[in-house]
């Protein structure tokens, strides 16, 4: 089944549902953070040198679709919101490892912390993962592919998964891209979608022309992507969510 519908706006969350894991949620209104990146552990960047207007390697990673080195991780810029989509379902299996029995696909080993934009880690951060397989199809029937886990005590967390294939749907053809729900102890909750890098070789397919063609795409949320080894890619990727919570 596709993903993405109009009635889906930028921006737009849903209220937890009373007794659900989400109702460790202090506040009574929750706002959603539209938030910038922290895209961890990228490679250095050249930068042209013979450019009339010298191009810094921020704006050359941006055009090329590459992850942006940071210094330190953390700058404190948001991570951008993004459409959640129709797909997300609630009351997931906590767990880490997405690649159950019968998932086959690229793999993908996600890394990353939670930070507030005091660059502080947020311990106990809700984290729900959501995603199509290697066919491009989500599962509307069972969890495959869908998780959630709570963040260390150092903010961080570690996600075995797939990289997702293109699809097409009401949005045109989408980028390949892992949908995020993050939700800070006391709130808010930040509702993104992760991007894959264009240099990405994953079934054939062509990111650098996926993401152009994606009018949804925020290169802001690219993943800092590495690999693969032995098969296996590993990916970065910190969410900087702006929160009052202690
Ligand atoms: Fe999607």
Redesign the pocket.
Known sequence: MR??HPESAPGAVREPRPGSRRSFIRTGSITVTAAALGAAGASALAVPSAAAAPMTAVEAARRAGRPIALTPACDGHETPAAME?P?FKPETPERTDLITPGIKGVEVVMTGTVYDAACRPLPGTLIDFWQ?DQNGDYDTAGFSLRGHQYTTARGTYRLRTIIPRDYAGRWGT?AP?I?TMVQTPGGPVLITQLYFPDDTRAYGRDFAALNAADTIINRACTIALTGPTDGVYAGAFDFVIKTTAP
């Open positions: 993903d993405d989509g797909l199509c989408r891209h949908h």
